[in-house]
């Protein structure tokens, strides 16, 4: 007979974080290294990328090769979870599609995350000021920037100063030289008017100065797989393992947060648990309560923790809880280049981050679509994995063969196996990044009708792209068309049109979602007040991407390490006046 | 750290290409004839993956007959030639057998297909694939192996032997022998400084600030 009496350990915790990603993470890493007492709470196992990291495993030492059947993004890639979650839906009304990626684990989706690592600009920090279509931040760059710029010297990353206007330099660490592709991009791109620079990543292409823990980057360009020699950002690896061996933080894993509990006054007074190993519930007891279990997750647990002073929720006087979701656009086009068919060999893996982008280069006044986006591009002699040879029969009839003349295309055979080796490495791919438009009506909310398997009732998301993506999606596949025009290469890709809105990936698919439990001055319109400290509760914090007002075409992570210092340092701050 | 430290502290030396470059020894053996399941690598992996991976080394799908047939188109497919060994010296039809049942999709196109294909050649040879001649196989393979002049009544098979192709070429080319055939050289840990000076100047970027 299962005990389901709640289980209350005496100890009052200074700080109790939810989730461990990047914002958790970093809280955790900047709050024990103050001498604070911390718990965090983490729904995933223990994941340390120096031991469970599947980096420098050829494809033969998969049975599937690679291949993407069990976990979302291929056999070796460091996420544990993927699009579904077994025991653990979601739902959707009037005819959303949302997709929503989950990874279970320490540092969550910064093990497998891209690296790619771009401050806001001023511009997307005063989008109102811009062109009036989005709300303010109630910071701007200049409040933020301190903590780039101590995040950027703490957990290192690579890039070149550009001055650029909306696109703020780091202080950076040199950047991985272009592969051979990337010479023919960078070419072409400029050509069709499309501006090139060097890649910004969190990968030490250099040792980092006093880390003892982390070592300098070796080209194995298997970032995805998180870095057994702590080489590139992780929050397991480079937050909360090293605050755990300050002895002020705790974690406990396999632990899925089931409310915020409050007190009579309204206060957070901790969280309550259900041990996944056990199946018991548990309660924490904390002065000071921190949600970092990533957008969504954090609304859903706001939205469930009702009380009597909170009917709607916890921190949701305003009702925006859950309102103003919002995902990056994106959407790609891929081809080869005749001239990179027979190349020479070398290893080419380089970093597993991106070499060179193209950051936003155009004049939204003449354009029929606010903001922008920037490009992502691929290609090179990667590792063969499941399916990276497929498809042949499309390509090896474009080009004539060795002896110069057409081939029919498919085949068998030794003229086939030689097919293989000649594209090998010929491929070259683009994809767009962009801002999509904050809305009060694209939300995620509680759906009343359904639990999940602990009983905890899950999301309903509401989510309709418009033609402010739409158009983008458009510029995009223009764009890369024309970049693969110039640099004389062959479109491959089903050319996108407006019956499938020019390829825009649905919503969530893009995995940068945020903005659920908006930031702002007025505690009418948001959430949270300008140090993401809740306006109806004033020991809770949420330091994910919940509180971002509206993302620019940069990706959230960066942003979400800065803020989520900024936040941890107020915290401390407040904590000395006896505030909270 | 600088990377020779790093290198050792995952227990490596500078890895030598010509590891890489050798061919695997034990697929240059022939298919073994008593089949053990393949122990499953636990590590860095959550529990379902492992006991997944048990179920289906565990799980039988193909009939000895579908093998053969896969065996003989494979190594139609992809030959052994001056540079490497065959798609059977790559165990592509093991890694096909595996495949099928973990990405079930695959089970009916597959089984489908070789039954497909055996129907064809009975009507036209009055043997299976397998029994035909070399020059029958052939035959019969190049009215399937080109999408864009097959007669029409041949598209099924057309479909399948794109398929088959695919599996084939994903199966050798993840292979120790494919990855050697085709020169991938890196998964090796050690310094990126760029393109090699010699590509560089070939491809005509010798003067570009890089």
């Known amino acids: ?580 | 750290m600088n990377r020779r430290e790093s290198l050792k502290a995952i227990g490596l030396t500078t890895l030598s290409t010509t590891l890489l470059l050798k061919g695997g020894d034990s697929e240059a053996q022939s298919v073994p004839k008593k089949h053990t399941p393949p122990a499953v690598d636990e590590a860095g992996r959550q529990p379902f993956e492992v006991e997944r991976d048990k179920k289906l080394f565990a799980e039988k799908y193909f009939t000895a007959h579908e093998m053969a047939t896969i065996t003989v188109l494979a190594d139609i497919i992809i030959p052994r030639d001056a540079k490497s060994g065959s798609a059977s010296d790559a165990k592509v039809p093991d890694f096909i057998e595996f495949i099928v049942k973990d990405i079930p999709d695959h089970k009916t196109p597959m089984r489908g297909g070789l039954r497909w294909l055996d129907i064809q050649c009975l009507t036209r040879y009055e043997k299976k694939f397998v029994e035909c001649s070399h020059p029958q196989q052939i035959e019969m393979v190049t009215e399937i192996a080109y999408p864009k002049k097959a007669k029409p009544e041949m598209r099924q098979g057309v479909a399948f032997f794109n398929r088959m192709r695919d599996l084939t070429a994903t199966g050798f080319f993840t292979s120790k022998i494919g990855i050697a055939d085709i020169g991938y050289m890196g998964n090796s840990p050690g310094k990126w400084d760029g393109v090699p000076h010699d590509v560089l100047k070939q491809h005509g970027f010798d003067n570009d600030k890089i």
């Open chain 1, 1 to 580: 007979m299962i005990d389901f009496h709640i289980k209350k350990p005496p100890v009052t915790y200074d700080v109790v974080i939810v989730g461990s990603g990047a914002g958790g993470g970093m809280a955790g890493y900047v709050l024990a290294n103050a001498g604070l007492r911390v718990l965090m709470l983490e729904a995933g196992p223990f994941f340390d990328p120096a031991k469970d990291s599947l980096q420098l495993k050829f494809p033969y030492e998969s049975p599937r090769r690679g291949a993407g059947t069990n976990r979302a993004f291929g056999d070796f890639d460091a996420a544990y979870g993927g699009w579904e979650l077994d025991g653990e839906p979601y739902t959707t009304k009037d005819r959303t599609q949302f997709d929503w990626f989950r990874s279970r684990m320490l540092g969550g989706r910064t093990n497998h995350w891209g690296r790619i690592s771009l401050r806001m600009g001023p511009k997307d920090f005063k989008g109102h000021d811009v062109d009036g279509l989005t709300d303010n931040w109630p910071i701007s760059y200049e409040d933020v920037k301190p903590f780039y710029d101590k995040v950027d010297r703490m957990i290192g990353i690579y890039g070149t100063v550009e001055n650029l206007d909306n696109e703020p330099d780091g202080i950076y660490l040199p950047p991985p030289k272009p592969r051979l592709n990337e010479l023919f991009i960078k070419k072409g791109a400029t050509k069709a008017g499309v501006t090139v620079i060097p890649g910004r990543g969190s990968v030490l292409t250099e040792a980092l100065p006093g880390n003892k823990d982390r070592y300098a980057c070796f080209y194995c360009g298997q970032c995805n797989r998180s870095c057994k020699i702590y080489g590139d950002f992780s929050a397991s690896s480079c937050l909360v393992i090293p605050a755990i061996k300050t002895g002020n933080l705790k974690v406990i894993t396999n632990a899925m947060a089931r409310e915020v509990t409050t007190g009579a006054n309204g206060e957070a007074t901790g969280i309550s648990y259900v041990n996944k190993n056990d199946l018991q519930e548990y309660h924490v007891s904390a002065k000071v309560v921190v949600l970092g279990a990533s957008a969504c997750e954090s609304a859903r647990l706001l939205l469930n923790s009702k009380s009597s002073q909170h009917p709607g929720g916890l921190a949701n006087s305003s009702g925006i809880v859950g309102k103003y979701l919002h995902d990056s656009t994106g959407a790609g086009l891929s081809g080869f280049l005749p001239q990179l068919m027979d190349r020479k060999r070398y290893n080419e893996d380089g970093v597993g981050s991106v070499h060179i982008y193209s950051p936003w280069w155009l004049d939204n006044k003449k354009l029929d679509f606010p903001r922008g986006y920037h490009i992502e591009y691929g290609g090179g002699m990667h590792m063969p994995s499941y399916g990276s040879t497929s498809g042949i029969q499309n390509l090896n009839g474009l080009v004539p063969g060795r002896d110069g003349k057409m081939k029919e295309p498919g085949g068998f055979g030794a003229g086939l196996k030689d097919d293989y080796r000649r594209f090998f490495g010929s491929q070259v791919g683009m994809s767009g990044r962009g801002t999509a438009i904050a809305r009060e009506d694209n939300y995620c909310e509680i759906d009343d009708n359904v639990v999940d398997k602990y009983g905890i009732p899950v999301l309903r998301f509401h989510y309709k792209w418009t033609d402010a993506e739409i158009k983008q999606a458009k510029h995009m596949q223009e764009t890369f068309q024309s970049i693969m025009h110039e640099m004389g290469a062959i479109i491959t890709s089903r050319i996108q049109g407006p019956e499938t809105n020019y390829g825009l990936e649905a919503p969530g698919r893009i995995i940068h979602e945020v903005g659920t439990i908006r930031m702002g001055d007025d505690p009418k319109k948001s959430a949270l007040n300008k140090w993401c400290q809740a306006h109806d509760c004033k020991n809770l914090f949420v330091v994910d991407a919940a509180p971002f007002v509206q993302q620019g075409d940069k990706n959230a992570t960066w942003t979400i390490l800065a803020l989520s210092m900024r936040t941890s340092e107020y915290i401390l701050e407040q904590r000395k006046k006896l505030n909270i």
